[in-house]
T-cell receptor, first 108, second 114 residues
Framework: TQLLEQSPQFLSIQEGENLTVYCNSS?????LQWYRQEPGEGPVLLVT?????EVKKLKRLTFQFGDARKDSSLHITAAQPGDTGLYLC????????FGRGTSLIVHP | KAGVTQTPRYLIKTRGQQVTLSCSPI?????VSWYQQTPGQGLQFLFE???????NKGNFPGRFSGRQFSNSRSEMNVSTLELGDSALYLC?????????????FGPGTRLTVL
């Protein structure tokens, strides 16, 4: 069973701060996805990383896939209240495995 | 394209009853997966249907079942409801590319079992 561990579990910051959340596994993944989920809604796909060492940017969000394809990180620059939500990483070609998520609150 | 739709959005049932949830995938997506999300366990995979056939199954009891119709719409059924079945049930469709499995989620059905 492939497991994904996310850290930190909770993060509460002020608007304008930078932050990084991590997604780690002992298994190799062919790809990893990052999702953001807002309360009462389903997760929304943000990005898929496929190649080891790959970096993808989505406005103020930067996603990185580890060289060994066992870990990934999400960095948010100058966080805004609209970034508040649960950030989930997921991987697995056949049965998607989801991490438990990082719950982010950005205070105005 | 319209997104994934799920009905109903909210349900309240009592122990022992059964429930059927419905999901309409994004047009063109033939893969539909179901997940259970709870604060304690996070997002857990229930099963995946592709072209009306169950292709993958998670570690849930047989009380949880599903089916997919020829138009890719899917239903999930839970029989003999237990208090622990209270959760957000999410449906996701996927274009199912070769190398990765991007999931496009619906808003979910919030099931409360009393």
């Amino acid at each position: 069973t492939q497991l994904l561990e996310q850290s930190p579990q909770f993060l509460s910051i002020q608007e304008g701060e930078n932050l990084t959340v991590y997604c780690n596994s002992s298994s190799v993944f062919s790809s990893l996805q990052w999702y953001r989920q807002e309360p009462g809604e389903g997760p929304v796909l943000l990005v898929t990383v496929v190649t080891g060492g790959e970096v993808k940017k989505l406005k103020r969000l930067t996603f990185q896939f580890g060289d060994a394809r066992k870990d990934s990180s999400l960095h948010i620059t100058a966080a805004q209240p609209g970034d508040t939500g649960l950030y989930l990483c997921a991987g697995g070609s056949y049965i998607p495995t989801f991490g438990r998520g990082t719950s982010l609150i950005v205070h105005p | 394209k319209a997104g994934v739709t799920q009905t109903p959005r909210y349900l309240i049932k009592t122990r022992g009853q059964q429930v059927t949830l419905s999901c309409s995938p994004i047009s063109g997506h033939r893969s539909v997966s179901w997940y259970q999300q709870t604060p304690g366990q996070g997002l857990q995979f229930l099963f995946e249907y592709f072209s009306e056939t169950q292709r993958n199954k998670g570690n849930f009891p047989g009380r949880f079942s599903g089916r997919q119709f020829s138009n890719s719409r899917s239903e999930m059924n839970v029989s003999t409801l237990e208090l622990g079945d209270s959760a957000l049930y999410l449906c996701a469709s996927s274009p199912r590319t070769e190398s990765y499995n991007e999931q496009f989620f619906g808003p979910g059905t919030r099931l409360t079992v009393l």
